[in-house]
């Protein structure tokens, strides 16, 4: 009788604690789902480059004499009552584009488009840069109070330039380059809330430390913002890149992950300089869901 009676507190015990795994693990998929169901995006206009040499989009010559007027795009992403900026556009100062002769328009300020939304600088509190060249990260500096997440070794390769005067990244980035500055160079993929909602993908090759940006949408479902990976939406099956592309193998093994990772989740890919890419989201102020 004893021993039944120590069987039937065991299997009840047992079961118990079994309940309460299960209530976990249901609390958890249900969080992750609630958070996945609270994100939300913008596009926002970061400027455009005015008659650029399109043969500078391809490293294989696909493109000659024409001219090319690619987009210049940046991100808003709200995490639940947390905003991230992805990529901050072209500089408001005399930057590079225009040291060489590259004519760009600016775009509106990211500030005054972030108050169009009633959003005030100091609520951002991300700033996630794709790479390291200087249209991608123009205005991080209207948002000092961020952290900062950009590629180790992008992130190290302006800290490596700081006795050099490269003024506009050094002026752009300068709040994050002290000692004990809100910054997070990322090696790797980052799971940017911990939830599985926004992450950083490691996708190196256009820079050494490049990033995409994969982002699931409740309502449009996930998107690829694919930083440089690609300058126009028919390199993706063509394994074309940029002549300014820093390691062409590598750059070849993060297309094929992107597009692999793009069929398994059915995401859709937005290359960033692509207007027509672009514009397959809603048209600022309305944002995605």
């Given amino acids: 009788m004893c021993h039944s009676i120590r069987f039937m507190r065991w299997n009840f015990d047992s079961l118990r604690v079994l309940a309460a795994t299960a ?41 000659q004499s ?61 700033i996630g840069i794709s790479h390291s060249h200087a249209d991608h990260l123009g205005q991080a500096i209207q948002f000092p109070q961020a952290r900062l997440l950009m590629g180790k070794a992008d ?3 302006v800290v490596s330039q700081k006795s050099v005067p490269v003024k506009n990244k050094l002026y752009d980035l300068s709040p994050w380059l002290d000692e004990g500055a809100k910054v997070e160079p990322i090696d790797g993929d980052k799971d940017v809330f911990g939830d ?19 982002v699931r949408l409740p309502e449009l479902g996930p998107i690829i913002l694919s930083g440089d990976l690609w300058s126009m939406a028919d390199q993706i099956s063509s394994n074309n ?49």
């Fill in 155 to 157: 992130f190290d390769m």
């Fill in 66 to 126: 024409r001219t090319w007027r690619p987009t210049n795009s940046c991100y808003l992403i709200r995490h639940k009552q947390e905003y991230m900026l992805w990529d901050t556009g072209l500089s408001l100062t005399a930057s590079w584009e225009e040291s060489i002769g590259w004519k760009t328009a600016k775009g509106e300020p990211l500030v005054a488009q972030l108050a169009r939304l009633q959003i005030k600088p100091e609520q951002i509190s991300i």
């Fill in 23 to 63: 209530i976990l693990i249901l609390t958890g998929i249900n969080g992750l789902q609630a958070a996945e169901s609270d994100v939300e995006l913008w596009r926002l206009d970061c400027g455009e480059f005015l008659d650029l040499d399109r043969s500078l989009a391809s490293d294989v010559f696909a493109y």
């Fill in 241 to 289: 890149m940029s002549v300014f592309t820093m390691n062409r193998a590598e750059a070849l093994a993060s297309m094929d992950r992107v597009r692999q990772i793009a069929k398994n989740l059915k995401a859709k890919i937005i290359v960033q300089h692509e207007r027509l890419d672009v514009d397959k989201l809603p048209t600022f102020p309305s944002s995605a869901q």
């Fill in 196 to 214: 599985g909602s926004v992450i950083m993908l490691s996708t190196p090759g256009h820079t050494l430390g490049h990033h995409s940006l994969l």
